[in-house]
């Protein structure tokens, strides 16, 4: 019965969860996409590139080993009955025994706080002494205000170990839901009110509004979870039946302050103590491994904050805001479903000679799927980035920036992240410790490869943003064939031999040459009539994007002509990865 609470607990979680990323995504671009008409690039780089930085910096490297490694302790799940007696009719050593878990679990979660508070000082110190080189605009009261947003979300890091301990993620979305409601109403209302009285404000100003919204954030966020969690003591305080969970919740503030633990070993000495030995031992690991994942997810932000300007950094910040929506809309659903059928196939022992040929199959498939899409987004997409980024932005991104380059480019990279996707999803399902370890390796060894490869295109070659997104190109053809070769001796292992060669992506790639040329000579037509006709007018956009639609419509006709076959394919493997 535990365990059946646990998965139903676990699946309303993911809901909840699902509403909060839904939400709090929607009401972000939704309000982005009027500051942007207010906001210059500039603003932009230093508050999504630089500030973010400071606050992703201070939050993951204090937290995110001890979320991680309280993840694999007893859940509140598993080491609480949550039916368990009376506490009227328990001893007192029995409750405290039965209390223990959650302390340890309250004890470790003022870990992030301390390590927090030395951070945010480094933190703050190293981009105050690089903002005070800046004699035009200086950003410092913002570094600062972004610094003490960070402490103040990390002080709420103990309720925030309880709803996950509890699983009650109720809580989480309300606090979290309501956070980022305050911080986007707040920015909106402040940009746009200094706008309104100033009509123009310089950029230190702007960087201000975004900075107050922040602290605001955490202070509401920490603020609600105190609430919710003060209603939950009300609740349990009035309760003459009480679980664990509403037992220790109904001490109060208590429930949250670190205390000494006192067990009894088996010839019954007592031992006190405040952490874990185990728990403690696997935090320090898992915050290694943690700094490493850092440098992977904040890379850029990284090298944009050594190598770029605060005009480069917008740019980047604006195109990564477009296209992290292709991302999370197409690839990110069809990863995550990849992985589960790659794991429910091969890593089963019951894993058959035909269950790893379906699989080989299905990887073929989509790899073509990533190349045809990837065909419209380099010869259509590339051409329409401006055009985009007027109607969504306004020109004031669409012709004073170098927006709509980057963007273009970005939409060469596409089939790049979409092979590397599905080609990671198969290693992360399939593949043993050890390699997971060396594919970690590896893949810290490629970001090295990636910085160097942008200091090479921004600093030697004056690409800008470009140079920035040709260097994550680099990196992911690296992974994609670290993971290919994986791929290869997966098969060559388990005897399927079978085809091997075909495997590799580029063999995936349509053979048909009316298609090639009618998809080559679309892009090279759209590049003539974007020159000739411009789409600066509304009558000029019209004409543009109607040729451009034409012509798609016309290379996809050919396409599904020429590649029926695989389309009727691409169905029946659909019928198998929703099964």
Known sequence: MAIKSTLASSFTGTIYLFFLQLFSRSITFILNQILLRFTSAKVLGIVSIKL????????????????MALLRSKSGSEGINKKSEKSENKKKENVKDLLNPIKKAVNLSYIPIIIGCSLTMLVTYYFNKRENLNTEENNSFSIILYSIAALIELCSEPLYILTQYYLMFNIRVKAEGFAVFIRSISSFIFTIYLNYKYKKINSRAAVLCFAWSQLLYSIFLFGTYAFLFWRKYLTN????????????????????????????????????YFFDEHLLSLS????????????????????????????????????????????????QPLEETCRIYFSKELVSKTSTTSSRQQVFKVIMTILKCHFILGMYFIFFATNYTGVLIDFLAGSNWSKNSAAPKALAYYCVSIPFMGFNGILEGFVQAVAPKKELHYQSRMMTLF???????CFIFVKIFHLGI??????????MSLRVYTCYQYLINYYKKTEEKEDIKEIHPFNTVTKKPVVWVCFITSWIICYVISDIIGWETLKQKTVYVSCGAILALISTALLYINEKPFLIELKEYYRILRA
């Open 447 to 453: 970001w090295i490869i990636f910085a160097a490869c």
């Open 466 to 475: 470009v140079g920035i997104i040709i260097g994550n190109m680099v990196n």
């Open 237 to 272: 305080k009035k309760k003459k039946n009480l679980d664990v969970e509403s037992l220790h919740l109904s001490q109060g503030i208590n429930a949250f302050i670190p205390s000494a633990i006192i067990e009894k070993n088996e010839i019954g000495e007592e031992k006190k």
């Open 52 to 67: 973010e930085l400071i606050l992703e910096t201070i939050l993951f490297i204090s937290r995110e080993g001890i979320r």
């Open 284 to 331: 320090i690991t898992l915050y290694i491994q943690s700094f490493v994942k850092y440098l992977l997810s904040q890379g850029d932000k990284i090298i944009l904050n050594i190598l770029c300007n605060n005009i480069t950094q917008g740019v980047y910040a604006f195109v990564m805001n477009y296209g992290s929506l292709i991302l999370r809309i197409i690839f």
